[in-house]
Nanobody
Framework: QVQLVESGGGLVQAGGSLRLSCAAS????????MGWSRQAPGKEREFVSA????????IYADSVKGRFTISRDNAKNTVTLQMNSLNPEDTAVYYC????????????????????WGQGTQVTVSS
């Protein structure tokens, strides 16, 4: 059974930082695209960031570019999202996701075309 389990969410003041982690089990994703999406109250889920199988390529939503950094450790089957300079607009449930097919698929990642999703972790940024 494949599982993606996020951790690291919480409450932080504007300007602060959080580090989200996602641990995958049941299957290795070392050759697949992984990423993060988020859903704010009353809004649709939106793309945040994605990373290639090797970790050598990354993409970000314009709203988080320069503030968030995605990384992965294939030996540990984990992906991490470092979030800096947080603002109240970043408040959302953050979801880790992974694709089943091998290879880097940035367009599919931006479209939310993942095969596996975590349960989400809440990030709340107070003003």
């Amino acid at each position: 059974q494949v599982q993606l389990v996020e951790s690291g969410g919480g409450l932080v003041q504007a300007g602060g930082s959080l580090r989200l982690s996602c641990a995958a089990s049941g299957r290795t994703f070392s050759m697949s695209t992984m990423g993060w999406s988020r859903q704010a109250p009353g809004k649709e889920r939106e793309f945040v960031s994605a990373i290639s199988d090797s970790g050598g390529s990354t993409i970000y939503a314009d709203s988080v570019k320069g503030r968030f950094t995605i990384s992965r450790d294939n030996a540990k089957n984990t992906v991490t999202l470092q979030m800096n300079s947080l603002n109240p607009e970043d408040t959302a449930v953050y979801y880790c996701a992974a694709r089943r097919p091998i290879g880097w698929a940035p367009a599919q990642a931006m479209a939310g075309q993942y095969d596996y999703w975590g349960q989400g972790t809440q990030v709340t940024v107070s003003s």
